[in-house]
C-alpha cells in the first residue's frame, strides 16, 4: 500500500493539466474501507488549499470501487467513500450548497493488464473522484454596502448588550489565521480598546458550512474547535496590544449563527459588550 501512495502522491497534480478551469483531485481508499487513509487525508487538505480562492460554480463527488464484491456491496461501498469525502468539505469551511453531487458509482471494471499489476489497478480503482468547477470567468465582487467603522462606534455611545461584528476581520479557511488584509484594521480596533477602558466584552467566534451548529476543525491542530481558536486569537491580539485581560472573555459559537450570505462572512468574530462603566486607569 506505501508504493501505491507513493505512486499516487507523485502522479497527484497531473490532473491539474486537464483543464485550464476544472481541478479534479483523487482520494484512494484501503480495501473494503471508506475511512480516509491519512496520507490521503493530507493529500486532500492540500488540494482544498489550492481551490479555496477559487470562485467555485459547482463541485462533483464520485465514489468508486474495484471489480471484487457484488454490485450492491460495491454501489453501498463507493456511496460511504463518497459521503466521507463530502464530510470532510464541510468539517473544513467548504460551502456544501456548491456540492451538486455526491454520487457512489460502484466499480470500476478491470482493464487488460498484465497480471503482476491487477493490485495497483485495483488500488487506483478504490477511490473518490473531486471534480471542481470554478467561474470561468471569475464573477465580480458583490459591492457591500458601508457601515460605520468599528472603531468609531467603539468611541461614541454604547451599553451591555451591543453586538459588533469585527468588519473586514476575516479568516482563511479552516485556520484561526487573520488574513493579512485584516491586521490594520485589528490594531485600530485594539488601540481604541485600549483607551476605553470602561468596556468589558466577550469575544464570539464563528465558523461557516459546518453540519448540524457543529464547531469546524482547526487544520493547524486538527481538533474540533475552530470557532474557539479565531475568538482566542482576537483575544491574544487584544491582550498583547494592552486590552487588560480582566475586561474581556472568548467563546466559540461553533455554527449556530449563519448569516444567510457568503460563508466568508461567516468566519467572522463578534463582540458582545457585557458591561460599560466608569473605569479610570
Not at 479555496?52 to 464484491?69: A, P, V, W
Not at 470567468?137 to 448588550?161: F, N, S, W, Y
Not at 476605553?196 to 464547531?215: A, L
Request: charged content about 30%.
Amino acid at each position: 500500500m506505501k508504493n501505491l501512495f507513493l505512486f499516487i502522491l507523485l502522479t497527484s497534480h497531473v490532473f491539474w493539466a486537464q483543464n485550464d478551469t476544472e481541478r479534479i483531485h483523487e482520494v484512494y481508499f484501503e480495501t473494503d474501507k471508506y475511512e480516509v487513509p491519512p496520507t490521503e487525508h493530507n493529500r486532500l487538505l492540500l488540494f482544498l488549499s489550492e481551490i479555496e480562492s477559487l470562485d467555485i460554480e459547482k463541485i462533483s463527488i464520485y465514489g468508486f470501487t474495484d471489480d471484487r464484491g457484488s454490485d450492491s456491496y460495491n454501489l453501498e461501498l463507493s456511496q460511504n467513500r463518497a459521503n466521507a469525502i463530502k464530510t470532510i468539505f464541510s468539517n473544513n469551511e467548504f460551502d456544501e450548497s456548491i456540492i451538486t453531487n455526491v454520487d457512489g458509482k460502484g466499480k470500476i471494471l478491470l482493464k487488460l493488464i498484465k497480471e503482476s499489476n491487477v493490485n495497483k489497478i485495483r488500488g487506483l480503482n478504490r477511490k473518490v473522484e473531486i471534480i471542481v468547477q470554478p467561474y470561468s470567468p471569475p464573477r465580480k465582487e458583490k459591492v457591500v454596502e458601508k457601515k460605520p467603522e468599528l472603531k468609531e462606534i467603539l468611541k461614541g455611545d454604547i451599553k451591555a448588550g451591543d453586538k459588533f461584528t469585527l468588519e473586514n476581520i476575516l479568516f482563511k479557511t479552516g485556520y484561526s489565521v487573520l488574513l493579512p488584509e485584516s491586521k490594520k484594521t485589528l490594531e485600530e480596533i485594539a488601540k481604541v480598546l485600549v483607551e476605553r477602558n470602561d468596556i468589558y466584552f466577550t469575544i464570539q467566534g464563528h465558523v461557516c458550512c459546518t453540519k448540524y451548529s457543529r464547531d469546524a476543525i482547526d487544520r493547524k491542530t486538527k481538533k474540533r474547535n475552530l470557532s474557539v481558536t479565531r475568538a482566542k486569537y482576537i483575544y491574544d491580539y487584544l491582550a498583547k496590544k494592552g486590552v487588560d485581560k480582566h475586561r474581556m472573555k472568548y467563546v466559540g459559537m461553533r455554527r449556530k449563527f449563519p448569516l444567510g450570505g457568503e460563508p466568508k462572512y461567516d468566519r467572522r468574530v463578534e463582540i458582545l459588550v457585557t458591561y460599560v462603566g466608569g473605569q479610570d486607569n
